[in-house]
């Protein structure tokens, strides 16, 4: 079992779920990471089960089409050593022999990083919107 500090109470699991489009032989899969309190790792693993198995929908897209998420597992489950707070270490991964070559690959420049990125229109991807969503949305004012 992993380093679990006594104090320690704040979780990271990454939950897959999977889109089925009636229709469309291709999914969509997403890994949410959520974060966890519990006073445990057996708990912290019950309480991401269960955020997962909530997760599970049925409801009929923007074109009337027929769309499941299920949950297909836990990818990962980690613990946070410390408190949250600004600085806080959230996780790590350690890596032996890695090549000068491949470090350089890691590089990237501020705009490719997550939070700076454009805002990809993926266009070619089943659709998935909840019509319910985008009805709330078209009835917003603007």
């Known amino acids: 079992m992993a380093f679990i500090p006594s104090d320690a109470h ?8 999977e889109h089925r489009i009636e229709g469309d032989s291709r999914n969509v899969v997403h890994v949410n990471t959520h974060l966890i309190d519990a006073a445990s790792p057996e708990l912290a693993y019950e309480k991401a089960l269960a955020l997962g198995h909530a997760a599970e929908l049925e409801y009929l897209n923007t074109e009337g089409k027929q769309v ?37 690959q ?25 019509d319910s969503v985008m009805r709330m949305l078209e009835a917003e004012p603007e």
């Open 10 to 17: 704040w979780y990271l699991a990454d939950i897959v779920l």
């Open 68 to 104: 499941h998420i299920i949950f297909r597992c836990l990818r990962q489950l980690n613990i946070i050593p410390e408190e949250l707070e600004d600085g806080a270490e959230l996780m790590y991964e350690e890596m032996v022999g890695i090549p000068e070559e491949e470090l350089q």
């Open 106 to 130: 890691w590089v990237r420049p501020k705009e490719t990083l997550g939070v700076f990125a454009p805002i990809d229109s993926k266009t070619d991807i089943p659709n998935y919107i909840p």
